[in-house]
């Protein structure tokens, strides 16, 4: 049996404060501080010591407070985030400066930077870029790319803070949600649970194929005090299945009898904190058969392979295509054809928060406080695995420590939610590191052939893609995967003769998902990277050979379908050349001077439809007018660090003609905001902010034939009065003569918007999405020859949003894509078993990622709101092919498999000369 352990009294200084607290032998300074003392500015990613989310000053030093002991604590001095922003003058400034700059975007990390931050502060006053990289280069960032957060730090005792300015519609303002991100208070997933909260953890499979059975469950419950329940696929009331594709809702919440990936759970454990925490999962009665797995596409499309699924045949779950004219012939007619084979790996989303969350009862009504992309799906899920109505439920999303796709699908949610049914008690869970690497989606690994021809001026003359992807054990996102791609492999070129096919290939890995790009960034590094052979074959410019190939106004895509407005690729590509020309010379003069190390430099483009294929897509927003005189936005698009909360307003505040300092917001909740869909696929500023921009307008047009005021009045609110002003007269809207309505508004507007597309056909050809964005990035590498290692110097980005609702949030989007898109190349590779924490599986630190400039081009779009485009997935799109570029522009070492780790790099050198 487990037994709480004996507990010591552990004095020592908080923030300035004596505290004293009873830890278990052993435990964490970072849970102490969270739970016993309620210090929740600290923040925990890991539990190792690998993402210094938890950092603090211990004596003035900076440690991760989850590798010290509590008791190791005693007597010493440790200083928070909350602590230190409200003493010290250093963290005061960098509360600004991280504000001004952007440097927090989640906010899941800002913590650690912040406190690291500080402690460079007081010995450096006035760190250097490199000093920064040093102090800080324990505290991983997922979100922001690091240069702002460098920018932030250098210079804060220099009195170079940007000047404030405006909030409105197109200028840079800091986020409005930001205060809470750079003080502490921000609260997260694991940061809400009411501290009677009953604990939920996880029993999972530790093979990746077997079949299970249970003990006496009954009898090891009895064995432990203090655990309330053990939940399992007999407890689900309703449908013990979840998933986000209509047709392919296949995933159990609780495995039965046997499991298809390691990390898939089969039961969960519920019951009191201490208890919980003495407990070893190892004793959990289950006894495993291990079966058969195939782990790769190869060894899954082997007619001798273990069946995932019956009536999915061949392990296949699905299939896209798309084509037009006759590709075959064209690439026969071509005077030139490029031939090239890709592979990729699993890559981790590896957002610093775990999944995290609680559930409880609340008069009747199921409550899920957790971090979510898509609360409405949530809810929707819930109640068929609940069996509950979706009026029974409440999704309050917490504050969301990344998602980048993840964090759409179901995680905890119904482990905590049947728990907190069950036992009629707030019920709390947060993801261990590995069990979230271990379960939750990956993107999806990738193995591309492509045949690429063009005629001897250049232009191109037929294409074939044939991609297959290995979706893993279940369905997620791969069928949007699978169609997606076919309608991307071109790239934004024009190809009048084109096939595209692409699978989705079951295998017993963690399911694979969405992830920033729905496998467009895949596709993209076998498309650009064979566009630079079939450049160097023509003995064309690199970069005249797409500008001479790139869509335009009016020339049909491959689907067929016809823009006449807002193509930006040309403009994107265009952008480029400055910086293009340069680096060519610079790299030449380099490379005249150095015979180990090679500089290169290498172009990609890459566009993205935003929001569904060809499928409904709305967006809801509603907005009220109070009888005070307030104007209140149900914002309900999640903020997961893109920006939403604070561009949603800035459209809504220019379509209803009030400054944004005029408009009160309301956050995501099911009760309270319409749903305005998923956060994913670049949707939320395209068809939210079209749905917001729709519904300042209809409450503005509602508030002018109140007092029959033209279209061109000008709406002021002052002191709780609501003015109307027009050329000539100032009319006040008399708010007492109207009737409040249930929620108090007098006047109220709810629009939705939905993209106008058009189903494709069977050959794919039809009108996908409403919008494309367009992208073209520039990378300068430096590759050490013999150690196969590869720096990144410097990129430049060029992205067509159409139009910056803010310049400030578009340049952190654009650092932080390209930081995941280095990741991407350079070293992520999630293996299931091998790299399932944050040591071995590696994401670029502060000093992996170079400076980057940002191109901001607006190409205005008919369809967008105020002529702005998504932007959240092009980001890393054209990212890794541009380094692979760089590389081979470098070397002559082809890369075709990514990441490209030092051992690959060395034998793709050694193929191409080097020794
Ligand atoms: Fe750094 Fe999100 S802002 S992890």
Redesign the pocket.
Known sequence: MDKPATKDLTAFILNGNHVQCEPRPGERLSESLRERLGARDVKEGCSAGDCGACTVLLDGDPVCACLVASQQAAGRRVETLAGLVREDRDAQTLMTRFQQHQA???????PG?MVSAVALLRAEPHPSAEQVQDALGGV?????GYRKIIDAVVGAHDGTAPAPVSQELGQPTPRFDGQAKVDGSERFGDDVAPQAALVARVIRSPHPAARFEFGDLAAWQAAHPGVYCVLSARDIPGQNLFGVIPGFIDQPVFALRHVRFRGEAVACVVGEVEAMAALDLASFPVNWTQEPAAMEVAAALDPDAPQLFEERPGNIMCSGLVQCGDAETALAAADHVVEAAYTTSFVEHA??EPEAGFAEMVEGRLHVHACTQAPGMDRAALAEVLALPQSAIRIVPTAV??GFGSKIDLSLQPFIALAAMKTGRPVRMTYSRVESLQSTTKRHPAQIRVRIGAKADGSLSGMTFDGDFNTGAYASWGPTVANRVPVHASGPYALQDYRARSRAVHTHCPPSGAFRGFGVPQSAIAQETAFDLLAEKLGIDALDFRLKNALANGVPTICGQVFEQGVGIRACLEALRPAWEKAKSDCADFNARHNTRKRGVGLASGWYGCGNTSLPNPSSFKAGLTAAGEIVLHQGAMDI?QGANTVIPQIFARAIGLPVAAISVLGADTDITPDAGKTSASRQTFVSGNAARLTGEALRSAILRQVNASETARIRLEAGRLLVEDATHVKELDLSRLEPDAEGYVLRAEESYDPPVRAMDANGQGEPYAQFGYAAHLAIVEVDIPLGLVRPLHFTAAHDVGRAINPLLVEGQVQGGIAQGLGMALMEEFVPGRTENLHDYLIPTIGDVPPIDTLIIEIADAHGPYGAKGLGEHVLIPTAPAIFNAIYHATGARITHAPATPSRLRAALKEAGHA
């Open positions: 927090a975007q989640c906010g899941i990390c800002t930077m991983l960032c997922r979100c922001t957002y610093i420590g990344g660090g």
